[in-house]
Nanobody
Framework: QVQFAETGGGLVQPGESLRLSCTSAEIRFKYYTMGWHRRAPGKARELVASVDDGNAVTYLDSVKGRFTISRDDDKNTLDLQMSSVGPEDAAVYFC???????????WGQGTLVAVSS
């Protein structure tokens, strides 16, 4: 069973920064497209950012310029640097890994990002 350790979630005030991290003992990230998804109450799950095995990145339009996704395959970690966080960013964030050209995807349990005010 593939599991992710997701850290960095918590309570922040609007305008502050947060850094989420993800790692796994079961899979090597370098073989996967990695991503962060989020689900807010009453909303559908959405892709926040992704980075593939060639380091091509994609971002949700609303987070461009504020969030940065990065991977360190030597450390087998995936990060999401979140800056200028606002209430619209409050959600449970999920680390994910998808094998190229397949529907095989693994999901973390999620880490909660709460934004006050």
């Amino acid at each position: 069973q593939v599991q992710f350790a997701e850290t960095g979630g918590g309570l922040v005030q609007p305008g502050e920064s947060l850094r989420l991290s993800c790692t796994s003992a079961e899979i090597r990230f370098k073989y996967y497209t990695m991503g962060w998804h989020r689900r807010a109450p009453g909303k559908a799950r959405e892709l926040v950012a992704s980075v593939d095995d060639g380091n091509a990145v994609t971002y949700l339009d609303s987070v461009k310029g504020r969030f940065t996704i990065s991977r360190d395959d030597d450390k087998n970690t995936l990060d999401l640097q979140m800056s200028s966080v606002g209430p619209e960013d409050a959600a449970v964030y999920f680390c994910s890994a998808r094998a190229p050209s397949t529907d095989l995807q693994y999901w973390g349990q999620g880490t909660l990002v709460a934004v006050s005010s």
